[in-house]
């Protein structure tokens, strides 16, 4: 079933430990893992990226094949890349990198390397998930600390591929930078879709169908949709059963379709949006009664900005 | 020491916070069952409160709830000073219930017996697989209200959005205002006069003047009551 939440905050606060709060109120949707998603101070120049080793004793290697290809793609380092302490078999590694000539690329050139997959890579955008809930994978990897503008989360319940991190929400969209998805459904025409955005290129980390949902809306938005078109063309085009928010370097898109099963709660409040599968979510933020807006019919479709109204983007 | 308080004689106090729901539920039971009134303070939207209730005391919850409040009762009254999310008194099979805000997905969903009252507006599936009973929405009704009705009514003060009485058995679905659409194999009657009375009655008991609406009465076409292959169209939904 899954839940999932998402969070604007125009004082470009303390998001990631709003977000941490949203999804471990939610942990009974899904215990199996949980992702966060926080877009974190915007860069002029260069990009953050987060990665997945399988393989943490292979960790120096792997960064050193890393800085390698950035070398190759006219990029290097800004500052040592850094990773958890969580002593698991896999690790999340964490690094600053200038320009790329080529981001799909240097994607690709990376994640030929055994094992390794990156979760995300944009100017503000950074991916954490792992398997547990969400106070676990906060415990292991500091989401609570991070600051931002907005910020989305996934707690999962696996019913269409394996546990693990990489299967986790949210997902990047490979390799269009600050874009990812959180999503609650399923696709039924997902290998349809798959196929065709192969032949077109894409390439896709995951054997997931909200994964499909970030790059297909990525690729209407560099085919020169805006974020509500590509939403709204969603809901003709994806067939299935999905609330899902999608993630940008300016706020959270969200679409429903036509069935419009999967619940969605959110707060509008001068600080900020919060938006939530079930709205005692939204309380752990808003303590005192306030109003809720249940987005509880068909084909609905949103935008938050990050900023606040009435400030340019 | 977080167990109830007793304010006056029959009063009785319960703080939900971010307390175990089995336990602040025994203690909202064991108060109604004994005929008391107990007040809810902080409910911050939890689900399953006050479930299964049975006796004839009352709860009062200062603030929204979550889920599947009153669901499964025989028994009991409640009163939420705020809105409520999905089930809102699903299974219910007596008792009442009354949502002073707007109220999520499938009020009432397969109640058998008893009365919602919404005051607000209610989400869709209003009414879904009810098999008696009564559930008053003063605003509107979200879309598919009334979905495979066994039987009671639904009664809209306000506007249906869409699909209503998609598929109904024998229940019914009134509305005072407009239908946007009607489900499938549902119909449109011009209810008697001995019902509207009988409405009027229901909704005059809950404190709402019901007299010189236009009452439009969904009922099923009853084409779907026995498979015909011809019809196959209709049976597939989508």
């Known amino acids: ?17 709003d977000i941490v709060e949203l999804a471990a109120c939610m942990r009974h949707r899904g215990p199996d893992s949980t992702g966060f998603a926080v877009y974190g101070p915007r860069r002029e120049r260069g990009y953050v990226v987060r ?3 399988a393989h943490r004793p292979a960790l120096d290697a792997a960064l050193e094949s890393a800085k390698g290809a950035l070398e190759v793609h006219g990029s290097r380092l800004l500052g040592e890349p850094t990773w958890d302490e969580s002593g698991q078999p896999h690790v999340l590694f964490r690094m600053e990198i200038d320009e790329l000539d080529d981001v799909a690329g240097w994607v690709n050139d990376v994640e030929s390397l055994e094992g390794v997959e990156l979760l995300s890579l944009g100017r503000s955008l950074e991916i954490v998930k792992d398997v547990g809930d969400a106070r676990d994978v906060d415990a292991k990897h500091g989401v609570s600390r991070m600051r931002g503008t907005h910020a989305l989360s996934n707690m999962r319940l696996a019913t269409e591929s394996l546990v693990s991190p990489v299967a986790s929400h949210p997902f990047w969209a490979r390799p269009f930078p600050d874009v990812c998805i959180v999503h609650n459904g399923q696709l039924t025409n997902y290998y349809t879709w798959r196929r065709r955005l192969e032949r077109a290129g894409y390439r896709f980390g995951s054997d997931n ?9 990525s690729v209407q938005m560099a085919d020169g949709l805006s974020l509500e078109e590509s939403l709204v063309r969603s809901q003709q085009e994806l067939d299935g059963v999905f609330t899902y928010l999608l993630g940008t370097a300016d706020g959270i898109g969200m679409a429903k379709d036509r069935w419009a099963i999967k619940a969605l709660a959110v707060v509008d409040q001068p600080d900020g949006i919060a938006i939530a599968t079930e709205e005692q979510a939204l309380r ?5 009664e306030v109003d809720v807006i249940n987005y509880d019919g068909p084909l609905l479709t949103e935008v938050w900005q990050a900023s606040a109204k009435g400030e340019a983007a | 020491m977080t167990g109830p308080v007793a304010q006056a004689l029959d009063v009785v ?3 939900a916070g971010d307390r175990p729901i089995r336990e602040v539920n025994a203690e909202i039971r064991a108060a109604v069952s004994a005929g008391q009134r107990v007040e809810v303070l902080s409910p911050l939207s939890r689900h399953n409160l006050a479930v299964g209730l ?7 919850f200062k603030g929204s709830v979550g889920y599947y409040c009153g669901g499964l009762s025989d028994g009991g009254s409640i009163v939420v000073e705020g809105n409520s999310g999905w089930g809102t008194g699903e299974g219910l099979a007596s008792g009442t219930i009354t949502v002073q805000g707007n109220a999520g997905m499938s009020v009432g969903a397969a109640m058998r017996g008893g009365n919602i009252h919404v005051r607000g507006n209610a989400g869709p ?12 929405v003063e605003g509107n009704v979200g879309y598919s209200t009334g979905f495979m009705g066994h039987g009671g009514r639904v009664i809209c003060l306000g506007d249906a959005i869409g699909s209503v009485g998609d598929s109904l058995w024998e229940g019914t679905v009134w509305v005072a205002g407009e239908i946007h659409t009607l489900g499938i194999d549902a119909k449109v009657v011009t209810p008697a006069a001995d019902e509207v009375a009988e409405v009027e009655a229901l909704l005059a008991g809950l404190g709402v003047d019901g007299s010189g609406r236009d009452w439009k009465q969904v009922v099923s076409g009853q084409k779907l009551w026995y498979f015909e292959a011809r019809d196959a169209k209709k049976w597939l939904m989508i």
């Not at chain 1, 752990?284 to 005192?288: G, Q």
């Open chain 2, 125 to 136: 599936r209003c009414g879904v697989a009810q098999k008696a009973g009564a559930i008053v």
């Open chain 1, 1 to 17: 079933m899954c839940g999932i939440s998402g969070r604007v905050r125009y004082d470009s606060g303390t998001v990631g430990s």
């Open chain 1, 284 to 288: 752990t933020l808003y303590v005192d």
């Open chain 1, 51 to 53: 990665g997945f080793l």
């Open chain 2, 13 to 15: 106090t319960v703080k």
């Open chain 2, 54 to 60: 049975t006796g004839t005391g009352e709860v009062i």
């Open chain 1, 209 to 217: 169908d909200s994964e499909l949902i970030a790059v297909w809306n």
